[in-house]
């Protein structure tokens, strides 16, 4: 997968079903590509909704991010925008049949592996980025999320947790597809097995299990092995990647996030846009951005 100078869409479609994390219902996800830079589009086919990802129509965002418009509310949307993001296929429609988005095994990993396999095709004209231009914070007691300018996208996240099976664990990446693939996309969500029976009794993580994410006890992972040792800190940076796609544009800046989740990455998106004297829009041909969006790819990606 070359890195592209123009928007990309997929290069044919793809339907990949299973179950939600919270709702444990079917969901069946078609993708559809598309012939004009439209950004990323749901439709909720039950219901015919649109809904363009857009951070404004950001809502309910515990434990997962939630997109609602009309009284239709599509659930933990995140880890396929996240992959979608992350090996930059910004223009696409994504048909849903029902509400909450396949957990799949709690990664971006089988999104990534389908995405690969059908390819890219571009799309005329420029691949546009959302430049930060001044710094934005957003805060919530301890935790924190900020933006500053860079000329590329990089993420610095630090992840500390009262538990020795996790602990504290920062990690830090210059985006590329490449990069993405390789260090984000196959880390799995996760929880403490403390928490389990709070969030069943709020009705979240009806389909959680051992195949979807990692449970961490105080000794350590429930699971039989890692697949880093750092997954969650990888992961939370997956759920950042897929966050920013509410944007409604890739971003060029430096994201550091301490302790953050979903709620302040959308807080940071919304307060991103808020805000028209931080950012401006800079096209993929300016000098700035070349040394960074243009390195060659490994070959080891797969064709
Ligand atoms: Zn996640």
Redesign the pocket.
């Known amino acids: 997968m070359p890195r592209s100078t123009q928007p990309q869409t997929l290069g044919h479609e793809i339907t990949i079903s299973g179950r939600g994390l919270h709702g444990n219902r079917p969901c069946t996800v078609r993708l559809v590509p598309v012939d004009a830079p439209t950004g990323l589009r749901f439709v909720h086919l039950p219901t015919g909704t649109e809904i363009p990802v857009k951070a404004e129509r950001a809502g309910d965002l515990v434990l997962?991010t939630t997109l609602i418009k009309d009284g239709v509310r599509l659930q933990t949307i995140?880890?396929l925008l996240s992959a979608l993001m992350g090996l930059e296929i910004e223009h696409l429609r994504i048909e849903v049949d029902a509400e909450e988005l396949p957990i799949l095994d709690?990664s971006a990993g089988p999104w990534v592996e389908a995405l690969l396999q059908a390819g890219t095709r571009t799309l005329d004209g420029h691949r546009r980025f959302l430049k930060i231009t001044r710094p934005v914070e957003v805060r919530n007691g301890d935790r924190w999320i900020r933006v500053s300018p860079y000329d590329g996208l990089r993420l610095r996240y630090t992840i500390d947790f009262p538990v020795p099976a996790l602990g504290r664990q920062s990690r830090e990446l210059s985006l590329t597809p490449e990069k993405y693939r390789r260090e984000l996309g196959s880390a799995r969500?996760f929880c403490l097995a403390q928490e389990i029976e709070a969030m069943r009794a709020r009705g979240l993580a009806q389909g959680g299990s051992l195949d979807n994410a990692v449970v961490f006890g105080s000794e350590g992972p429930l699971n039989e092995s890692l697949r880093f040792e750092d997954e969650a800190v990888r992961?939370k940076m997956?759920?950042l990647v897929?966050d920013l796609a509410l944007l409604g544009a890739p971003m060029l800046g430096l994201v550091e996030a301490h302790a953050a989740g979903h709620a302040l990455h959308v807080a940071l998106a919304q307060a991103i846009l808020a805000d028209p004297g931080c950012w401006e829009w800079a096209e993929e041909d300016a000098p700035a951005n070349v040394r960074y969006f243009f390195q060659p790819v490994a070959a080891a990606l797969p064709a």
């Open positions: 997962s995140e880890h709690g969500t992961h997956l759920d897929g």
